[in-house]
């Protein structure tokens, strides 16, 4: 038997060391994508609201009043927040940002949620544009891997340290007779984006790696696939939404909730 055969057949544990949760009030770092607006602001603010915890918020444009506003969010006891730039379509943003941070303190990541994303365009198979096909794939597929690789040194850093990706159902193969919706641009980007994260379970077990579905949520982009599909708004509120995700990231283990595709709701999604 070769090493790849051996590899194949020699049960995961083996590769495995014990993972731990975020102990709550420990020092705590936490990087977040497309960070000023919709589930990724909820976030930033919940992760601030807990004490001795840094965010990273991460933006497309550092300088945009709603990136600005950042600044003023209530922060509890001994947190603090930096604001980096990362365009999900850049190869280097990533890796930039990792350097800026490192200069402020930032020196370990126990958390990574890659939630930045678009959702310009709703056309089935027989009309998708290939190169609106491939922008959603680059910033919502390509994107993630560009995030991970530059995180993964910090991470590693953390004991248990997750990485999680803001999935939905309309990037599901399995689940497709559920989300039977025109969304070839978005829901082939979001496979993409599936895949990579739960290769990261397998591929690294030092560290948690999970999607979550946030549902259908009153967001900016939420609300315009609403009325694609002749309904007035979303119908999960984002505050409701958040706390579902937050819930959980902060249940996940290595033996438990790892290498799935976790609704908010708690349940699971088919990949």
Not at 18 to 45: C, D, H, Q, Y
Not at 100 to 112: D, E, F, M, S, Y
Request: glycine letters at 10%; hydrophobic letters at 40%; charged letters at 15%.
């Amino acid at each position: 038997m070769n090493l790849q055969s051996l590899l194949c057949v020699l049960p995961s544990q083996l590769f495995r060391k014990k993972s731990v949760e975020m102990p709550g009030g420990s020092p705590t770092s936490v990087l977040i994508t497309g960070a000023n607006r919709g589930i990724g602001l909820g976030l930033v603010e919940t992760y601030l609201s807990r004490p001795s915890t840094t965010v990273v918020a991460a933006v497309r444009d550092p300088n945009h009043p709603s990136s600005q506003k950042l600044s003023s969010l209530h922060k509890a006891p001994s947190s603090n927040l930096r604001v980096v730039k990362i365009d999900s379509k850049s190869a280097t943003d990533p890796a930039n940002a990792m350097s800026q941070i490192k200069t402020q303190g930032v020196n370990a990541l126990n958390l990574v949620i890659a939630n930045a994303g678009i959702c310009n365009d709703l056309s089935p198979l027989a009309t998708a544009d290939p190169a609106v096909v491939k922008e959603h794939v680059d910033v919502n597929g390509v994107g993630p891997l560009y995030l991970f690789q530059a995180t993964l040194p910090l991470l590693q850093k953390s004991e248990g340290a997750k990485f999680v990706g803001i999935g939905s159902p309309l990037g599901s193969i399995g689940g497709m007779d559920q989300r039977p919706y025109p969304s070839t641009a978005y829901g082939t980007s979001k496979a993409v984006q599936h895949w990579i994260v739960r290769k990261i379970h397998y591929e690294h077990p030092e560290l948690v790696a999970l999607v979550v579905d946030p549902g259908f949520v009153q967001t900016d982009m939420g609300n315009a696939g609403a009325r694609a599909i002749g309904m007035e708004k979303a119908f999960t509120e984002t505050k409701d939404s958040v706390a579902g995700i937050v819930a959980q990231i902060d249940a996940a283990t290595k033996e438990k909730g790892s290498g799935s595709f976790a609704m908010w709701t708690g349940e699971t999604f088919p990949w």
